[in-house]
């Protein structure tokens, strides 16, 4: 039998959104087991702990073969440490691609057995991103549809008045 085929999907997920899971479905295609990854210090201040951010994700992702670990140092460092041989990453836009192509490169110099697939979200996700999702959330903005309704809860209490 084959080794099972591990995907780390690393981020800031601050907070998950529709289209993160979509991701993670669509992983499944290559990948047995996902492992997402939340970089603690990803963003300077995000608006969610490293703890808020995995729990979140562990309410809106609830498949079998997912697990969520918060991860500090390198990437690469984590992803050998569970024993993944992908790291997948989404491209939205053009305008991801110049940092995603950096990365994947500077990725494979640092672990070559390593390899970054990239997955295209669903076409209705395409415009979405945890900054939009935060910044509409701020303004009182309905953000229902985007994101699960756990992390709906946990948006309004954040941004409570
Ligand atoms: O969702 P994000 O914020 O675009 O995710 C960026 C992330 C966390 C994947 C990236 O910053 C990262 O991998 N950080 C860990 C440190 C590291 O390995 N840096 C070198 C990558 S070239």
């Not at 640092?110 to 970054?116: S, V």
Request: glycine share 4%.
């Amino acid at each position: 039998m084959s080794p099972p085929r591990v995907a780390v999907y690393p981020g800031s997920f601050d907070p998950i959104t529709r289209g993160h899971e979509d991701l993670v479905r669509r992983s499944f295609a290559f990948a047995d087991r996902v492992v997402i990854a939340v970089a603690v210090n990803a963003a300077k201040s995000p608006l969610f702990t490293v703890e808020e951010r995995v729990a979140l994700i562990r309410q809106a992702i609830t498949h079998a073969n997912v697990e969520v670990q918060s991860f500090e140092g390198l990437l690469v460092d984590f992803a050998r440490r569970v024993g993944a041989s992908m790291l997948v990453r989404g491209l939205r836009a053009v305008s991801d691609f110049e940092y995603e192509f950096q990365m994947a490169l500077m990725n494979r110099n640092l672990a070559p057995q390593i390899e970054t697939v990239f997955l295209v979200p669903a076409f209705d996700m395409t415009y979405l991103s945890s900054s939009l999702v935060r910044e509409v959330a701020r303004h009182g903005g309905d953000v229902a549809s985007l994101v699960h309704p756990a992390v709906l809860q946990a948006l309004g209490r954040k941004y409570r008045r």
